[in-house]
């Protein structure tokens, strides 16, 4: 069998239209020989071109002009999701008004008014902006799993937004379908967080009764030297709470998590290390380990759960209420 003939440079390794095909002077047999694949309705691609997100997606909004939204915006933007959705094979595109929405196998099409500043153009595709996709998956995640995405927005390093422009968002939205519960996560964001697994300890914390810790506030000896941030903390009570990951069990890492500890010990604070063995419950109506070993650290250091916080203390924990977390929409 004869080798298909070699394409235009400008339309090897993506993926392209028919009208581009025959623009470049493509025949039919030739979109049609072997080494090519159709990964929508009038697109070619080099088959050995990855079948990732970015490259399906590119590839259907080549002949749909959609903008990549939703959950595929927000895997594009790396917000953290639950693993059952992080991963789906599907593509969540958004026509505007005038468009139709689109209508294809393995497409979520969904069709709303965009402003200019809620699209962000890229070298392969549009997709909705931070704040737009936020909003966005208000009406497909929990309560808690959009306070983390929410709190991924305003992460201490490399933040996709700001506290004010994201109140200053979620002004223009009221009455927006996903507003109430947008604005019910944002009551119980903070911002400065450095992974997903503080901000799911914190609410944790929380929906159990205790006082909401500061995040990532700076420790300091008596002398005023800088120890550590730990990833939660109770100023007052001197309670240093760290989240060990997966990464902290490398030899390096683990030598460095001791000296971390053993300088916060020696400046009087009582740390208390957790895994995500500690998140679990260990079985079905049972307090998470988490919570048990914490209450413990706090009343140990004289709190109680009628304790009223003292004003004028940096980020001091307060006792705060979290509503259950449901699926409620």
């Known amino acids: 069998m004869r080798k298909p003939r070699e394409l235009p ?3 090897r390794n993506q993926p392209f239209t ?5 623009t470049a002077g493509l025949g039919r047999r030739r979109t049609r020989a072997r080494d090519l694949v159709s990964p929508c309705y009038g697109v070619r691609a080099m088959a050995a071109t990855p079948d990732s997100l970015l490259e399906r997606a590119h590839a259907l909004t080549a002949v749909t002009g959609a903008i990549v939204s939703h959950l595929s915006a927000a895997v594009l933007w790396g917000f953290p999701l639950p693993q059952a959705l992080e991963n789906l094979a599907v593509v969540h595109l958004t026509s505007r008004p005038g468009q139709r929405a689109v209508r294809h196998k393995n497409v979520v099409g969904h069709q709303q008014a965009l402003e200019p500043e809620e699209i962000v153009p890229g070298v392969r595709v549009s997709c909705t902006s931070p704040l737009r996709t936020w909003f966005d998956l208000a009406g497909i995640l929990s309560l808690d799993e959009l306070v983390i995405a929410g709190d991924f927005l305003l992460r201490r390093r490399n933040p996709l937004t700001t506290i004010d422009a994201l109140d200053a968002y979620l ?3 009221q009455g927006r379908a996903g507003y109430r519960r947008a604005v019910g996560a944002r009551s119980l964001m903070r911002a400065d967080t450095d992974s997903p697994k503080e901000t799911e300890l914190r609410l944790l914390l929380i929906r159990h009764g205790l006082p909401e810790p500061g995040v990532n506030v700076p420790m ?3 002398t005023g030297g800088w120890i550590q941030d730990p990833d939660l903390s109770y100023e007052q009570e001197k309670i240093a709470i760290q989240y060990d990951g997966g990464h902290h069990a490398s030899p390096a890492q683990r030598r460095s998590d001791i000296f971390r500890d053993e300088n916060a010990r020696d400046a009087g ?3 208390v290390v957790l895994t995500q063995w500690h998140l679990t419950p260990f079985a079905p109506g049972m307090e998470p380990a988490a919570v048990t070993r914490v209450r413990a650290a706090l009343t140990e250091r004289g709190w109680t759960p009628d304790s009223v916080p003292r004003p004028g203390r940096r980020q001091r924990a307060r006792p705060a209420q979290l509503p259950p977390d449901t ?3």
């Open 327 to 329: 699926n409620g929409r």
């Open 269 to 271: 604070w009582r740390v």
């Open 9 to 11: 440079p400008h339309l």
């Open 220 to 222: 300091f000896d008596e």
């Open 171 to 173: 002004a223009g939205k």
């Open 18 to 22: 028919m009208a581009e095909a025959r």
